[in-house]
């Protein structure tokens, strides 16, 4: 039977994961060098403000929200002149700014809350979610790039925050996203999975690595798990991808086809790694493992691997 696109899933398996659930129009041509500034200017522009690996959210409506006027985000010390225009969602500019505010100094409704904390803990739905995972890759980013690598100069925020410019040579850098390969490898009514040395107490979850230059998603999942391993895979297919703003991750989900069985772990990478029968998985996806082993949580990618193969046919 030929492949139609008419048998795919109304919804990708990407929109069930957490950074995933962006509905910003980024309108990438339509980015200038004042759009940020532009947008600034809007009365009812919402900005999200990141300090360092944590995201502001206002309480004082009683419920969480990540939005905060210009006149809140800049009583809060944001950085406008740092403004990075995300796009439009419902014709409503969505800027991200960073601040540098201590928990201590704020005011009592608002708190300042780690990224996993808020995916983990759902503190702010799939918009939000998403519109965070943009604008703390994309801040990161400028922080860490603020010299020309390749004279040295001062660079500076251009196309509303989507390159910089460099003021010495004249060199255009643009944001980067760091791909990582995520693979749950199967063999029968079997699967693959280990554990790093600082993972919590019980937690096995899917192998994974960076993907390097010159490399495909597939080679890289069949290096990463012969090296971790020791694990030949044949076939390599995708799953689903997911966000990672940790600080510009996009993990890339895939299953790989084992042949062979016998594992040679990676002692500096793994503490321990064994194949799974498919029944011990589904103990541990409904948190009645007799040993207390359990997989990582729903919004995380490698869940969803895990899940979707130990509940198919």
């Excluded at 700014?97 to 759902?122: T, Y």
């Excluded at 790039?145 to 003021?167: D, I, L, N, S, V």
């Excluded at 890289?220 to 991808?241: C, D, Q």
Aim: aromatic share 8%; charged share 20%; glycine share 10%.
């Amino acid at each position: 039977m030929p492949f139609s696109l008419f048998d795919a899933p109304q919804r990708e398996a990407s929109h069930f994961l957490g950074f995933s659930g962006n509905i910003i129009d980024r309108q990438s041509e339509k980015r200038s060098d004042d759009s940020a500034v532009k947008a600034l200017a809007e009365p009812g522009a919402r900005l999200i403000l990141v300090a360092q690996g944590r995201l502001l959210l206002d309480f004082s409506g009683g419920s969480a929200t990540p939005y905060f006027s210009r006149a809140a985000a800049e009583a809060l010390g944001a950085g406008t002149g740092e403004a990075i225009l995300l796009g439009r969602a419902d014709d409503i500019a969505m800027l991200a700014l960073p601040v540098a505010a201590e928990q201590e100094g704020l005011p009592e409704h608002i708190k300042s809350i780690d990224f996993r904390s808020i995916l983990a803990q759902r503190l702010t739905d799939e918009a939000g979610l998403g519109a965070l995972a943009q604008g703390a890759a994309l801040l990161a980013w400028h922080a860490s790039h603020r010299f020309c690598g390749r004279c040295g100069a001062a660079t500076e925020m251009r196309a509303g925050g989507y390159k910089r410019h460099c003021t010495g040579c004249g060199t255009e850098h643009f944001p980067r996203t760091d791909p990582v390969a995520i693979m749950l490898t199967v063999s029968g009514d079997k699967c693959l999975m280990g554990r790093g040395r600082h993972f919590a107490p019980g937690v096995y979850s899917a192998l994974a690595g960076f993907i390097e230059p010159g490399e495909t998603i597939e080679a890289a999942v069949r290096r990463e798990t012969l090296e971790e391993a020791g694990i030949r895979l044949g076939r390599v297919v995708y799953h689903s991808s997911q966000p990672w703003p940790f600080p510009y991750s996009l993990m890339i989900g895939c299953y790989g086809e084992a042949l062979n069985d016998d594992i040679s772990r990676d002692t500096d990478e793994l503490e321990d790694c064994r194949w799974f029968p498919r029944a011990e998985v589904l103990q541990m996806l409904a948190g009645t493992h007799p040993g207390e082993l359990r997989v990582p949580p729903g919004h995380a990618i490698a869940h969803q691997l895990i899940r979707t193969w130990a509940e198919s046919d």
